[in-house]
């Protein structure tokens, strides 16, 4: 399967952005971004050791608690990018609005053993909104940031290209597999997940690259 090797990109992410610490701890959002990295890393491998040793175990309960925690972690670094008031009102209102939904739907999911999708499709809806609003400020004043030749902007558009074409995987890849009795459609859902997974960290990697080289910051 296509997934087998993303912890090794999500590894090679977080070299990269050890390599780029001096630079990415001058700036709150990539702090977040740097600790959400270690945190990735070290569940990723944890689950990679559980498989081991029981290959056929049920991880909803662990990605229960963690995915909506990334969620908030990206959240929480687009609300340091975003600048502008009104639009840090905007998603700091998305974020206690994902918050709730994820709390109160957890235990439904917790007792029937399943990935929390509410909180997942809720994730995804604040992320998305967060992105573009950061655009909206970048894309605002065009002359203050040459965002094409800046990796902050590729960073960010393709964060925002792994939630919108994940999101079918996550929030219906069990209902295609149980309901609609089709494993090959789930795998093909399965498979999307596994490129964008490589295709972000892969520019994750580039990009604090570049920051190191160039000592960019927003």
Known sequence: MMFHYITWFEIASLAAAIVALPVLWKQSPMRILFVLLLLIVGVELYQTIQFQVNPGQNNSTLYNFFAPLQWLLYGIM?????????????????????????TFSLPEYLHTQQYNVISHAAGTLMIVSGVFLAFYEMLKSPTNL?????????????????MVG??????MGNWVYFNMGRPDLAMVLNNVMSILNYLLYTVYTVCFVWMRVTKVSF
């Open 166 to 171: 994940t999101a079918p995987y996550f929030v």
């Open 78 to 102: 687009l609300y340091r990018i975003i600048q502008n008031l009104n639009n840090r009102r905007a998603l700091g209102g998305l974020i206690i609005v994902f918050l709730l939904i994820t």
């Open 146 to 162: 040459n965002f094409l030749k800046h990796p902050y902007f590729y960073l960010l558009f393709f964060l925002l290209f792994f």
